[in-house]
């Protein structure tokens, strides 16, 4: 039997989640309107969602209960600047509410000030492939380091940059629902670079001492077989994935993007082969290993992959969250398989070197899984849709059990 496996003291322990996925009522954002023009696959509506924006002193009392001591969210530009250089007070204080009642249940926050959401009237003009992009958000992320910054724990400035532009520009699964426009898709990820870096500084100026990063997605590229076309067709699979424009002709990774932390988005993995008869995407061919147990979404799960990310961060150097975590499925036994087994990789990878100093697990409640609607349910809680009922699932117990030890119990 293993022994205890204790983490550091002071390891954070908490779930993540997103405004517009939690909250309810987002209707001045892109995402809205993308939903009354038909973008969600399922036919559902973020509104309510779980209708966060009104319960959440209940949902973060029942975090405490689950040992969190930590919690992620985003702060909804479309509310806070309605319009153009229009600030709302009301809502700048609903957030200052939020964040003092997540301080109140002794829970760090994790403030993430881009998470897949813009308001329309920054869509409307082009959104993040528009010139002036970057300059058309720092205001927000001014105001908000000025009137919230003391309540932050630590920032995140984007969610996954490199998702949220292959979706809105190539998959078109998110607004503006494009797809297949490389150029702009090229423009995004400058943008949000250029975005980023700003708000880095900013950052660092207006509230120093509170640490920035920025989340970024890895989604594991791995040759299909050892040949040299399949290894070469992993490698340029993985690169526009983990890569952005940094100046001309220049590509460089997201995770080396100036940053006081980095934060990992990891779920699965794919093997890559090469296929000739697949131009469109990219020569390659990606399927599952077979043999692997998928999810609800289809992605294979194999917790030891998050090691593998983590050990790919180690050279950075700087300290590392997991800001995103977890699976879809309904039924809840096989999180409580998952959550130890994928705990236990963070705890090796810590073991040998890597300075990890947190989890989010995605997601604290069942939610609104963008086009996806609430077909897919990655939450500690279950969220009865009618009555806005909660149920801790039992992987929500058992994640309160390893909060509570900060240590996957000896035998797991
Ligand atoms: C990530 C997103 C998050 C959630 C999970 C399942 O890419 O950041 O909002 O949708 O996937």
Known sequence: MAAERRF???????????????????????????????????????????????????????????????????????????????????????????LTALRDEGMAPLVTLHHFSSP??????????????????????????????DLVALWCTLNEPSIYAYQGWLGGEFPPGRRGDVRGLIRVLANLRRAHEAAYRELGRLTPGVPVGIAQHRWLMLPATSRLRDRFAASTAGFFMDRWPVGWGRW???????????????????????????????????????????????????????????????????????????????ADARRVQFLPAALEQVWEAIRDGADVRGYFHWSSHDNFEWAHGYSMRFGLVAVDLA???????????LYARIAEANALPAGD
Not at 70 to 90: K, M, T
């Open 120 to 149: 329309t009237w920054f869509s409307d003009r082009g959104g993040w492939a528009a010139s002036g992009a970057p300059r058309a958000w720092l205001p927000f992320v001014r105001r908000v380091a000025v009137e919230l910054g």
């Open 252 to 330: 460089g990774r997201v995770v080396e993007a100036p940053a006081d932390y980095v934060g990992l988005n990891h779920y699965s993995g794919s093997l890559v082969a090469f296929d000739i008869r697949r131009p469109a995407e990219g020569f390659t061919r990606r399927f599952n290993p077979p043999g692997l147990p998928v999810t609800d979404f289809g992605w294979a799960v194999e917790p030891r992959w998050l090691r593998t990310c983590l050990d790919e961060l180690r050279p950075l150097g700087r300290p590392i969250y997991v800001t995103e975590n977890g699976m879809a499925v309904a």
């Open 8 to 98: 550091p003291d002071g390891f954070l322990w908490g779930c993540a989640t997103a405004a517009h996925q939690v909250e309810g009522g987002n209707h001045g954002s892109d995402w809205w309107q993308f939903e009354q023009r038909g973008g969600i696959l399922t036919g559902d509506s973020a509104d309510p969602a779980c209708d966060m924006y009104h319960r959440f002193r209940d949902d973060f009392a029942l975090l405490r209960r689950l040992r969190n001591n930590a919690h992620r969210l985003s702060i909804e530009w479309a509310r806070v600047e309605p319009r153009p250089g229009e600030f709302d007070p009301a809502e700048i204080q609903h957030y200052r509410d939020v």
């Open 387 to 397: 009555t806005q009922e909660r149920t801790v699932k039992p992987s929500g117990w």
